[in-house]
């Protein structure tokens, strides 16, 4: 659907539009077309999945550029809430809702292996955005927006077994059914993450690594920090109150990581405020697409989240 020309008609009141939250959203854009089938292209061109071939990296970029807007302004709005802009809290449940309405990402995958891969990690980024603005959410909101991430934990679940996964894109799951367990009270969606997140831990080798990461060839130290970031997530979602799942438990992958940074980008540190260390990390490392705005932010409102039970 081609974008309004008007300026005034691309900031009307999307609150209105949709009736679900009750204050007026001034100056908060529509939300743009939901994309419901994921795309996706695949680009490693090994067995191991370690060499990327650069035009289908940026093909699969360019297929993703839409979810990944999206997920940059909502992540966006909600770190804007969390500074204390309550208009800008409304407008990321907006954006919420109009995707779930329309049953974003519920679709067949268009690539197979790929596109499983990208749903999991945006129903992450939509799951931990949702999350920074539930206390603002209202029971309207609530009722649209529980039954989607129910659907979109199922989604993972299926995408998961389908793939017969095993290593960090286990763990992405896993992050995916802790953000929702948060959001809908479902305490079997946490078990399982919890479940994940131990045994990634019970297999760390000496040196603090994830031995299935260790193959990646070239890139092993990327997937070892890949695989962090879901993990230190569940860990803060947890309340640490999990033995096998606790910050204590996935430090020695941290400080793995952190050990190899001269091999890695500060993109690789993302789960640093995850789990209380204090690293530097550039401006363009403090917004991540997976992690649904700024870490610090995400953090902060996570571990008070944790704080309570289940819903």
Known sequence: MAAPRNRSART????????????????CPVPPAAVVEVPGIAFYTDARRSVRDPALFAANRQAMAPIDRYLGQIGRSSDAFLRGDQAAGRCTLVWLAAWAQAGALLGEPTSDRQARTERRFSVAAMALTALKVWDLASKGDRAVLQPYFRRL??????????DRLS??????SGLV??????LTGEARLAARAIAICRA?????TPRGSLPLEDRRGDRAIY???????PLSVMA????NHEPGCTVEDVQPLAHYVLANRNRTSDQFLRWAPFLGISVAMSPAALFY???????DLVAKRLAAIARAPLP
């Open 177 to 182: 059914g802790m953000a929702i367990a948060r």
């Open 223 to 229: 997937y070892n920090g890949f695989a962090l970031f």
């Open 12 to 27: 009307i009141v999307a609150a209105a539009l949709i009736g679900l939250v009750h204050s007026p959203v001034a100056a």
């Open 236 to 239: 803060t979602l947890s309340g």
């Open 167 to 172: 290593n960090n894109l286990l763990y992405w």
């Open 200 to 204: 990634a831990t019970a297999g760390l």
């Open 153 to 162: 934990a199922v989604a993972v679940d299926q995408d998961a077994a389908q």
């Open 289 to 295: 697409r997976y992690g649904g705005g700024s870490l």
